[in-house]
């Protein structure tokens, strides 16, 4: 056997070791098996620690695997690859269309919805969220995922809500437009990314009274 086919054997066996080791690491003979919504939360939490800790690059299937207590199969049956585990998981983190208590109140809808946003940026979170937005600049699969499952979403709760206004007479016609959609969100990102602070509930009125009031209210 030549110095390189001995090296190449070293490495190989290195690194079935290291799978072997995020596989086993959590032994289901001494401790529970986590299944369903623990599992998830515990998935979904180790991928945002690793995102916080170690950053986009250095993510993988084996650390994210060992920091939850699965093995990484698990891992590989819910995902094909990182930037959907990755998207899948914040996007799960933060607040849902379902999960906001709206009144009909257009001023006071918009406030809840933008105010949960910015809550979701705070911590570890936050610093995963800007983790990802500065990999999405370079990686276009992960801006299109971003986009299509995290984004888009949203927004169109946000339409749907001020469609909703529209149809009361409180918010002008025209005020679905996607410039007028994706103003607040946009100025709580930008405000987030330029302080790296999330913004208050303050900040979060003043950006609803000063700015997306006068734009979408009835004429």
């Given at each position: 056997m030549t110095k390189v086919q001995a090296n190449l054997q070293v490495d190989m066996h290195a690194e079935a070791l290291s799978g072997l080791a995020a596989e086993v690491r959590y032994d289901h003979r001494r401790f529970p098996r986590r299944r369903g919504k623990v599992l998830a939360r515990a998935i979904g939490e180790a991928v945002i620690e690793e995102l916080a800790e170690r950053g986009y690059n250095s993510l993988t299937f084996e650390g994210v695997a060992s920091r939850a207590g699965t093995g990484k199969s698990t891992l590989y049956r819910r995902w094909a690859d990182k930037p959907s585990m990755v998207v899948d998981c914040l996007s799960t983190a933060m607040p849902g269309v379902d999960d906001f208590d709206l009144t009909g109140d257009l001023r006071h809808d918009l406030t809840e919805v933008l105010a949960s946003?910015?809550?979701?940026?705070?911590?570890?979170?936050?610093?995963?969220?800007?983790?990802?937005?500065?990999?999405?600049?370079?990686?276009?699969?992960?801006?299109?995922?971003?986009?299509?499952?995290?984004?888009?979403?949203?927004?169109?709760?946000?339409?749907?809500?001020?469609?909703k206004a529209i149809d009361r007479g409180d918010a002008r016609p025209g005020a679905t437009a996607d410039e007028c959609v994706m103003v607040g969100p946009a100025m709580?990102?930008?405000?987030?990314?330029?302080?790296d602070t999330p913004p208050t509930r303050a900040e979060v009125e003043r950006i609803v009274d000063n700015v997306l009031i006068p734009m979408l209210r009835a004429r």
């Open positions: 946003y910015a809550v979701s940026c705070a911590g570890t979170m936050g610093v995963a969220l800007r983790v990802v937005c500065g990999e999405a600049v370079k990686c276009q699969e992960l801006q299109r995922l971003w986009r299509e499952r995290a984004a888009e979403p949203r927004l169109g709760a946000i339409r749907d809500m001020i469609q709580v990102g930008h405000l987030f990314m330029a302080t």
